[in-house]
């Protein structure tokens, strides 16, 4: 039998993972695949690097937590969006990261333009968290 848990402690890990990270972290978006993992080194380029609400994640409900606030920067940079990273609010520590895709993708976060100009306004669609074990 798999591991099975309550909506309850599913819902708690979720907002463990907001609590973790902290408040105002950063977000960036990059070119290419992401590293390897969260402790290795940023690849790609930076395109844009968005500071996020202090509560950034609505509570989790239904073993989901979704993005809180609008998320939303001016590149810095031209190129096509790979991955992202979410950063502590000290820019010291990558917490999360994962594939970039387009609205209307399957995906942990979607943007409203992958293919980035300079100076182009980058608004996420959707950023979602789900717990899988049911």
């Known amino acids: 039998m798999s591991l099975q848990l309550s909506d309850t402690v599913a819902n708690a890990r979720l907002d463990a993972i907001?609590?973790?990270i902290g408040v105002s972290?950063?977000?960036?978006?990059?070119?290419?695949?992401?590293?390897?993992?969260?402790?290795?080194?940023?690849?790609?380029?930076l395109l844009v690097e968005i500071p996020l609400p202090a509560d950034w994640m609505t509570d989790a409900a239904n073993r989901q937590k979704g993005m809180?606030?609008?998320?939303?920067?001016?590149a810095i940079a031209a190129g096509i969006a790979g991955h992202f990273r979410i950063?502590?609010?000290a820019d010291a520590t990558t917490h999360?990261?994962?594939e970039v895709v387009?609205?209307?993708n399957a995906g942990t976060m979607a943007i409203n333009n992958t293919?980035?100009?300079?100076?182009?306004?980058?608004?996420?669609?959707?950023?979602?968290?789900?717990?899988g074990n049911a």
């Open 87 to 89: 950063k502590d609010n």
């Open 102 to 104: 387009a609205v209307g």
């Open 25 to 45: 972290p950063k977000l960036q978006i990059r070119t290419g695949a992401p590293p390897a993992n969260c402790a290795a080194a940023d690849s790609g380029t």
């Open 96 to 98: 999360m990261q994962g």
């Open 68 to 74: 809180n606030g609008v998320w939303s920067f001016a």
């Open 18 to 20: 907001e609590a973790s």
């Open 115 to 131: 293919n980035i100009a300079l100076g182009q306004t980058i608004t996420v669609s959707y950023f979602i968290l789900l717990d």
